[in-house]
């Protein structure tokens, strides 16, 4: 229905977000993080990380009231999350391009349920920045994308 049954969506959107990654064909293989990786987690060569960025808060929310009985807040805000691609080749084209791909199939998903199963109003990609890089074992591309959300919460 899109109205959270708590103060935030946050945790059902991040559940719906992780759960339609991981059902998804085109992203079949690709390991799904919820949240920041552990120290000891071994990662795969491509990755989606949800709820989590080097650079900023994974998110942060404004409310506002939605009605004048002030039974539910209006939640807007964008959810960071991380698509990265690494491989042990020298060029950086292949991790570019793969990386481009998970950022395709991440659009995918919330483009088939703008909802997320009723965990919010709407759900859409809204912007990403792509940081290709050349580390010591080959090339890595990430890309920070953040995922705009529109919910009600119940107070």
């Known amino acids: 229905m899109g109205i959270a049954t708590s103060a935030t969506s946050y945790p059902a959107v991040t559940d ?3 759960a339609g990654f991981g059902a998804a ?9 919820d949240g ?9 060569p491509d990755v989606i990380v949800v709820g989590f960025s080097t650079e900023r808060p994974a998110m942060e929310v404004t409310q506002s009231e939605q009605n004048l009985a002030a039974t539910r807040d209006r939640e807007d805000y964008d ?5 990265s691609s690494w491989r042990g080749e020298s060029g950086v084209k292949a991790v570019r ?8 199939a991440m659009n995918q998903v919330l483009i088939a349920d703008r909802r997320l199963g009723g965990a919010c ?7 990403h920045s792509v940081a ?8 890595c591309c ?3 994308v953040l995922i705009s959300i529109n919910a009600l919460t119940k107070r």
Not at 79 to 83: K, N, R
Not at 97 to 104: E, G, K, N, S, T
Not at 132 to 139: R, Y
């Open 142 to 144: 990430t890309a920070e």
């Open 79 to 83: 959810l960071v999350c991380l698509a």
């Open 97 to 104: 391009d793969r990386c481009a791909a998970l950022v395709d």
């Open 36 to 44: 920041p990786p552990t120290r000891n987690v071994t990662l795969e």
């Open 132 to 139: 290709p890089i050349q580390t010591d074992t080959g090339p």
């Open 16 to 18: 719906a977000l992780i």
């Open 25 to 33: 064909p085109d992203l079949s293989g690709v390991q799904i993080i």
């Open 121 to 127: 109003l709407h759900a859409r990609l809204s912007v």
